[in-house]
Nanobody
Framework: QVHVLESGGGLVQAGGSLRLSCAASGIVFRVNRMSWYRQPPGKQRELVAEITSNGSTNYADSVAGRFAVSRDNAKSTVYLQMNNLKPEDTAVYYC???????????WGQGTQVTVSS
């Protein structure tokens, strides 16, 4: 059984930091591309950051230079370090595990991040 579980969300003031974690089980973590998406209130879900199985990273322009994605294959966990948070970063943040090799695509339930001005 596959589980993808985000944690670390919360309420923070503008300029503050948070670190999100996403622990996955039931998958071959090391071959998955792990991604963070977010869905602001009333808007569509959008890609925030991703890290491939070989460690290559990609960021949305809106978070580049403020957010950093990393992974620990030994712990089957991906992280999103968010610095200099802005009110427009307020959203539900979702973790995604994708593998083309296994034709699998799994989502977590999401964690709320709220940035106050």
């Amino acid at each position: 059984q596959v589980h993808v579980l985000e944690s670390g969300g919360g309420l923070v003031q503008a300029g503050g930091s948070l670190r999100l974690s996403c622990a996955a089980s039931g998958i071959v973590f090391r071959v998955n591309r792990m991604s963070w998406y977010r869905q602001p209130p009333g808007k569509q879900r959008e890609l925030v950051a991703e890290i491939t199985s070989n460690g290559s990273t990609n960021y949305a322009d809106s978070v580049a230079g403020r957010f950093a994605v990393s992974r620990d294959n030994a712990k089957s966990t991906v992280y999103l370090q968010m610095n200099n948070l802005k009110p427009e970063d307020t959203a539900v943040y979702y973790c995604n595990a994708f593998s083309s090799y296994y034709s699998s695509d799994y989502w977590g339930q999401g964690t709320q991040v709220t940035v106050s001005s």
